[in-house]
């Protein structure tokens, strides 16, 4: 009797063959929620001691899983082992491949959402608030471009002919990004900076002429604060573009500085000053000597160079140890009677043997001449004066 009611018929499959058909849909369905309730919620214990973060965004992943997408798979994969009439037959794989994409959109976009949460915590401790703003960005644009492939393929799965589609959008994304083409450029420009960090929040930059401190990295535009105070503006994509130089990542600075000294110092003292420049830049602790030497004859005067390095970066740091340093060769200048060489130029004035005399007549010709000029200029002082003596004589004559 049992095995007659197994075998009864209902729209072309017996009882047994239902029964086969539900056994398939729960065994999948219980399966699946069973892993999810018992065995990730267990790892996840283990994971969350783990330094990795990849097991975290698998489960992050998994947690995206959807009941019911998950019951229409189980469906239709015991619907499948059914004689079932020909519409539903050819509808079956539709939903079933329909219920598949969802679900791999629900996951691959819970990924994105796990690595851009992780990237925007970390540029938040650090406070790089454009940083943050800008990865949120990619992650809605990372987004958006998972569910777009999703839809493609459930309108190809559904019959619908997207080549014609694709098609199209490609031409109008082509118009898109003519007239947009600054705005994107400076969008994916920020994205680079973002990730490869030629520099941070803080850095001290120099770009071409300009240079300050990395206050803000913006989606479209990074902001510098100048050595002046001035707020500098620069666009993303013209700081990808250009040679910048960031100091901030200098481990320590290379430092070479030249003096000069007289040409009338004693060579003993001029061996000397090397080791007196050298002694100098011992002196401080934030500087490390490297060399120093009578390097040549100058213009008017005997030039050392000296090279050291100051082990910090800071500018104000090499400033002050740049100045210990000079006032410390002062000093040993000073008690060592050298000094300091300024331009100079000396004229010697020479001539022919026997040109003395020569020479003389020159000098007596020249101050022969300058005599006749100021007597001559005497003159006509005292003759314009009795004119205007006689002059003022006449009209008092006319007056009376």
Wanted: charged share 20%; glycine share 8%; aromatic share 8%.
């Amino acid at each position: 009797m049992e095995m007659e009611i197994l075998e009864y018929e209902y729209y072309g499959n017996s009882v047994r063959a239902y029964l086969y058909a539900l056994g398939i849909a729960l065994a999948i369905f219980v399966s699946v929620r069973l892993f999810r309730t018992l065995i990730v919620r267990r790892i996840r214990k283990y994971a969350e001691h783990t330094d990795t973060n990849l097991d975290d965004m698998v489960f992050a992943v998994l947690d995206r899983t959807r009941t019911l997408l998950v019951m229409v798979l189980a469906v239709c994969a015991g619907a499948s082992t059914l004689a079932l009439p020909e519409w539903l037959d050819s509808a079956l794989p539709i939903v079933g491949t329909t219920a598949l994409l969802l679900q791999l959109g629900f996951w691959a976009s819970a990924a994105v959402r796990f690595t851009v949460d992780a990237r925007r915590s970390a540029h938040e401790t650090d406070g790089e608030v454009g940083s943050v703003a800008a990865i949120g960005l990619m992650g809605m644009v990372a987004s958006g471009v998972v569910w777009a492939i999703v839809a493609m393929l459930l309108l190809d799965n559904f019959g619908v002919d997207v080549t014609a589609l694709i098609t199209g959008l490609g031409i109008g994304g082509i118009a898109v990004a003519l007239a947009v083409q600054k705005i994107l450029s400076d969008l994916f420009a920020s994205v680079s900076i973002i990730l490869d960090k030629p520099f941070q929040v803080g850095d001290f930059v120099i770009v071409g002429d300009y240079m300050g401190t990395v206050e803000r990295i913006g989606v479209k535009t990074t902001r510098f604060k100048s050595l002046g105070g001035e707020q500098l503006v620069f666009a993303n994509s013209d700081l990808v573009n250009a040679r910048l130089r960031n100091y901030k990542r200098m481990e320590e600075r290379r430092i070479v500085f030249s003096l000069g000294t007289l040409y009338q110092t004693p060579a003993d003292k001029v061996a000397a000053i090397p080791g007196m420049i050298r002694e100098a830049i011992e002196a401080q602790e934030q500087a490390r000597f490297d060399r120093a030497h009578f390097k040549e004859y100058g213009d008017s005067a005997l030039v050392f160079e000296a090279v050291y390095y100051v082990t910090v970066p800071d500018y104000n740091a090499y400033m002050d140890v740049q100045q210990a340093i000079n006032m410390d060769i002062m000093r040993q200048f000073q008690s060592s009677d050298i000094e300091f060489a300024f331009p100079t130029r000396t004229i010697f004035l020479e001539g022919p043997e026997g040109a003395e005399g020569e020479r003389d007549q020159v000098a007596q010709a020249t101050a022969a001449a300058v005599a006749a000029i100021a007597a001559t200029a005497k003159s006509a002082d005292v003759t314009d004066a009795t004119a205007g003596n006689a002059s003022a004589t006449g009209v008092a004559t006319d007056d009376k």
